[in-house]
């Protein structure tokens, strides 16, 4: 089974701190995603990797940085956190190989902006 | 723009009947639909997939159904039981190697099973 873990189930922090969320995979994927999930949106892509230092804006970059210097981590940081980067985030991760393939989510991590 | 559109945001079906999720697209280069199945405070799990090169695709007590010409795919849950209480996220992608296989999804629907 493919397994994705993330850092944290539930993190606080303040306004204008640097927040990283950190993501691992086991099963040698080589796409990467991070996304947030609000109430009545869905799920919005954030970044995606698909590559070791590899990286692609999603639909909503803007305030988020990402890292991947190794293929199974995969890192979401906030620059300066806002209030209004409260929310959900779910990493997952994919094949390349053989066409489509599901991606394969962590159990998210709930982060609060104070 | 929503290309993939989840109209219902809830839906309450009785324990043993079925159920019924329906999704609608818009991009009509979508070749590959998924449906995920998702607990609070969990990621969405996958459950279901369908290639548009079929119409109909299933696996247990699920089923889903492509309408390629009416641009909409639905999941058919039968019998429904309590644990399928949660919230089910259609997902699309278009399946070309320089998209990186991404998923547009919906807003997602919270499926209710009542005793």
């Known amino acids: 089974d493919v397994k994705v873990t993330q850092s944290s189930r539930y993190l606080v922090k303040r306004t204008g701190e640097k927040v990283f969320l950190e993501c691992v995979q086991d099963?040698?994927?080589?796409?990467m995603f991070w996304y947030r999930q609000d109430p009545g949106l869905g799920l919005r892509l954030i970044y995606f990797s698909y590559d070791v230092k590899m990286k692609e804006k999603g639909d909503i970059p803007e305030g988020y940085s990402v890292s991947r210097e190794k293929k199974e981590r995969f890192s979401l940081i906030l620059e300066s956190a806002s209030t209004n980067q409260t929310s959900m985030y779910l990493c997952a991760s994919s094949s390349a190989k053989g066409g489509n393939q599901p991606q394969h989510f962590g159990d998210g991590t709930r982060l609060s902006i104070l | 723009d929503q290309q993939v559109k989840q109209n219902s945001p809830s839906l309450s079906v009785q324990e043993g009947r079925i159920s019924i999720l329906n999704c609608d697209y818009t991009n009509s280069m979508f070749d590959y639909f998924l449906w995920y199945k998702k607990y609070p405070a969990e990621g969405p799990t996958f459950l279901i997939s369908?290639?548009?090169i079929k119409d109909k695709n299933e696996d247990g007590r699920f089923t889903v159904f492509l309408n390629k010409s009416a641009k909409h795919l639905s999941l058919h849950i039968v019998p429904s039981q309590p644990g399928d209480s949660a919230v089910y996220f259609c997902?699309?992608?278009?399946?070309?190697?320089?998209?990186?296989?991404?998923?547009?999804w919906g807003a997602g629907t919270k499926l209710i099973i009542k005793p």
């Open positions: 369908i290639s548009s």
């Open positions: 099963m040698d994927h080589e796409n």
């Open positions: 997902a699309a992608s278009e399946g070309r190697v320089d998209s990186n296989y991404q998923l547009i």
